[in-house]
């Protein structure tokens, strides 16, 4: 019987260590997170390289808000800027942009320039789904509501409801900086995917890093339960 090589269709990332790096450079907070975006610029541009349908990566939590006040509208001016400027990447690069969590609750600004990112990268090939205001446990009580509000809650009218449910299942979950957690992300999607957990901090993460994780991937053996 000749074996198959298992490619990963749909990877996700949380993306963790901006502000260790910033740190461990003497560098101010702020710095780590756009040395960060830098990073996820790079991935978005060898995508085409790679097996990856879709690469979601946790951009902001429903927990952020927690965070200094000054550091939060740091974190908002950074992503105005990155759709900005990425956008017409996202177009030449075929990529589409899909946001999960409760983004529209964002400021009207941002909402209105997500919108319009997500209309004009709506035909590309591949995705990135960034979580936006997201957490799982909220995705999960959200849709198994609207599941109940339609008729019997099972796994598959879950599923169903989820921000993920138009996505390829979760085949790989990396997470950098050395933090071994989930931090509230793609619970219900991570309950089968493969996990690897790494040292390098976010910024300093590489496509080559992205491409040894698949490569990683690829040697596992995944039972789903069974045997």
Not at 2 to 24: C, L, P, S
Not at 31 to 36: L, Q, V, Y
Not at 56 to 61: M, N, P, Q, R
Not at 144 to 173: C, F, K, Q
Request: charged residues 25%.
């Amino acid at each position: 019987m000749t074996e198959t090589t298992q490619h990963a269709r749909h990877v996700a990332i949380i993306m963790d260590g901006n502000g260790r790096w910033a740190k461990r450079k003497h560098l101010p907070r702020a710095m780590g997170h756009r040395k960060g975006v830098e990073a996820v610029r790079e991935l978005v541009r060898g995508l085409k390289d790679t097996s990856i349908e879709c690469l979601t990566i946790y951009a902001f939590s429903s927990e952020n808000w927690n965070r200094p006040e000054d550091e939060v509208d740091d974190l908002m001016d950074l992503m105005r800027k990155f759709i900005k400027s990425d956008l017409p990447e996202f177009i030449a690069n075929d990529v589409r942009l899909k946001i999960i969590g409760d983004w529209q609750s964002l400021a009207p600004d941002i909402v209105k320039m997500l919108e319009d990112a997500l209309a004009k990268t709506a035909q590309g090939s591949r995705t990135l789904a960034v979580a936006l205001n997201y957490g799982a446990r909220g995705e999960i009580a959200q849709a198994a509501a609207r599941a109940a509000a339609n008729g019997e809650v099972t796994e598959r009218s879950i599923a169903a409801n989820l921000y993920t449910a138009d996505l390829p299942p979760l085949d790989l979950l990396i997470r950098t900086s050395g933090e071994v957690r989930l931090s509230n992300f793609l619970l219900w999607q991570s309950a089968y995917a493969e996990m690897i957990f790494t040292e390098v901090l976010w910024p300093d993460f590489t496509l080559e890093h992205l491409q040894d994780a698949l490569v990683q991937f690829a040697g596992r053996e995944r039972r789903f339960g069974g045997r």
